[in-house]
């Protein structure tokens, strides 16, 4: 999958602080209690399961990286496996198409604990902006 992006990202292609934040309090805090919500609004949420049905392969292998209780993967498409990696393990149990679960904070280590060449598809809604090195994290999808 990385080789759809081209330039490869760098650091270098960034200013120095490009990925600061304002709040720098512990990932972990933040996300250890379950927050069951929604982060986009309906139109938004039907306009990207329009995308994603348009987009991922039926029957593929998808990775859902910073994925909650809700993935908007299209209804009646089977996939063999959706990853959902996330940061709070209550949120991801309550994912339905998720047929696999991975909690860890990207943030304090950017290497996936997943096999090279697994997925088909990456997907990621909403939640790139949490992302502190995500040049490190798309090296490693």
Same mark, same amino acid.
């Given at each position: 999958?990385?080789?759809?992006?081209?330039?490869?990202p760098s650091a270098a292609m960034?200013?120095?602080?490009?990925?600061?934040?304002?709040?720098?309090?512990?990932?972990?805090?933040?996300?250890?209690?379950?927050?069951?919500?929604?982060?986009?609004?309906?139109?938004?949420?039907?306009?990207?399961?329009?995308?994603?049905? #348009?987009? @991922?392969?039926? &029957?593929?292998?998808?990775?859902?990286?910073?994925?909650?209780? %809700?993935?908007? $993967?299209?209804?009646? /498409?089977?996939?063999?496996?959706?990853?959902?990696?996330?940061?709070?393990?209550?949120?991801?149990?309550?994912?339905?198409?998720?047929?696999?679960?991975?909690?860890?904070?990207?943030?304090?280590?950017?290497? #996936?604990? @997943?096999?090279? &060449?697994?997925?088909?598809?990456?997907?990621?809604?909403?939640? %790139?902006?949490? $992302?502190?090195?995500? /040049?490190?994290?798309?090296?490693?999808?």
């Amino acid at each position: 999958m990385a080789d759809i992006l081209q330039p490869r990202p760098s650091a270098a292609m960034f200013p120095p602080g490009a990925f600061d934040r304002l709040d720098q309090a512990d990932d972990a805090e933040f996300y250890a209690e379950a927050r069951l919500v929604t982060h986009i609004d309906d139109i938004a949420i039907s306009a990207l399961t329009g995308f994603y049905s #348009l987009c @991922l392969p039926p &029957g593929g292998k998808i990775l859902d990286l910073m994925s909650s209780w %809700v993935s908007h $993967l299209p209804e009646g /498409v089977e996939y063999a496996e959706v990853t959902g990696l996330g940061m709070n393990a209550e949120e991801l149990a309550a994912n339905p198409r998720l047929t696999r679960r991975v909690v860890q904070n990207l943030n304090a280590d950017p290497v #996936l604990p @997943l096999e090279d &060449g697994l997925f088909d598809a990456c997907v990621i809604c909403v939640s %790139v902006q949490y $992302l502190q090195r995500p /040049v490190e994290v798309l090296r490693e999808v």
